[in-house]
């Protein structure tokens, strides 16, 4: 939660010392943007760590260019060649290379490091950006999932141990600025915009027809592809709801989800005293990635601007449920709390990877969510009935890392023996 107290709280060395940096997830959309952002700033920024999971070629491109101390790869064999690599007369830098979760919690709470830029996709992303807020660093939370799977523990862990969580989605940075220094009970609602993405205006009997090729084609942002199909499901926006829950400390019935088509409202804040505060700017991620970097400064950011006049009308609308099932399913899961919204988290992956892999279709992902979710809801109440006693502590609440990860685990393999049928 970013309290009034954490604002002004601010590190003192911002304005003189460089902020070293691990960039979690350095070869996805976020990373590149980054590192694009501390191109831009070499006195302010030095990366001290870089990790990706597969794309060796590009990692091996920055380690070059930024000469990090630590970098951190999928396996111990893809570590050992890269250390080969860097050994043979590549001019490259003394560089450490570790691997997996463990190589990733370590290059998230490396004792020199500032700040975590969490930028890892998915459920991977839980156990290195809490090795970050348990070692108390600033994290810049891009990587949502987590949040969704444990936003209890990593709001309560980050209160004990200072760390400061940024929020970097750009509709959670939009309110992180509206908000600024307002407490809690001054939020009459938090509205966080959506697109529409591709198919906003498609006519419902030609879903059955979406392609991959199709469901890819974001009209207003570039990015993963696993976001970009969650964006196109609208599921995105269900899981900036739990997110926007936990790092505002606001119910979740206070948070709406508005359609703004042309992306220039990124979120807005609306006061107990009927003000509106919106954040604007073009669909940029260096901007909100910018903010969290330079945060409690403002950077003076090299790139496109929005001209004002050249906007012709803002429209905003409602979201039409029928067409996006994905977000009142995601809303359930907001309200029941407990385990479900990593269950859903975790089944969210595995169809959209199936639906990546061309093996299902793509309003099979919704079907798919639902009957996952309907198995949670006959597993709590069936159990319920025989004894309390045999309900898997995991799909009540979320006390530690485990139970999130089991909670994942649970709504993958739920989510797996669904996928078979449809297959
Ligand atoms: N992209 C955006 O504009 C945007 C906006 C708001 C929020 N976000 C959030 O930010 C996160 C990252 O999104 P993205 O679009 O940047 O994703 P992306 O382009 O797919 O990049 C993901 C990064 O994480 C690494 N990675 C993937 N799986 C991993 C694993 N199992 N273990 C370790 N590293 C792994 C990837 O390495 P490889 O390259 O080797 O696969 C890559 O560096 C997501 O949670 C997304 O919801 C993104």
Known sequence: ?????????????????QKKITLLGSTGSIGLNTLDIIRQFPQKFRIEALSCRNSIESLSEQIKEFKPRLVCVDTAKQASELRESFRNGNSGPETEFVWSTEGLKQISSDPEVDLVVAGIVGA?????TFAAVEAGKIVAVANKEPLVMAGELFIQTAKKTGAKLLPTDSEHNAIFQALHDEPPERIARLI?????????????DEFEKITLAE??????????????????????KGLEIIEAHWLFNTP????????????IIHSMVEFIDGSFLAQMGLPDM??????????????PLKIPRLDPVSLNALHFEAIDEQRFPCLPLSLKAAKQGGGAPAVLN?????????FLNEEIRFVDIA???ASVMQDLDETLQQTAQDSLADIPDFLLKIKTLEDALQADQWGREQAGKVLKHVH
């Not at 954490?6 to 060395?13: A, D, V």
């Open 286 to 299: 260096r901007v909100p990635i910018a903010y969290c970097l330079g945060w409690p400064e403002r950077l």
């Open 124 to 128: 991977a992303g839980l156990e290195p």
């Open 346 to 354: 975790g089944a969210n992956e595995k169809v959209v990877a199936a």
């Open 252 to 263: 979740v019935d206070k948070i709406d989800v508005l359609m703004q088509r042309e992306s």
């Open 192 to 204: 966080l915009t959506a697109s529409g993405g591709p198919f906003r205006d498609l006519p419902l």
């Open 367 to 369: 079907k798919i969510l």
């Open 215 to 236: 469901a890819l084609n974001h009209p207003n942002w570039e990015m993963g592809r696993k976001i970009t199909i969650d964006s196109a499901t609208m599921m995105n």
């Open 1 to 17: 939660m970013i309290s009034s107290e954490s604002l002004s709280n601010s590190p003192e060395t911002q304005n003189s010392v």
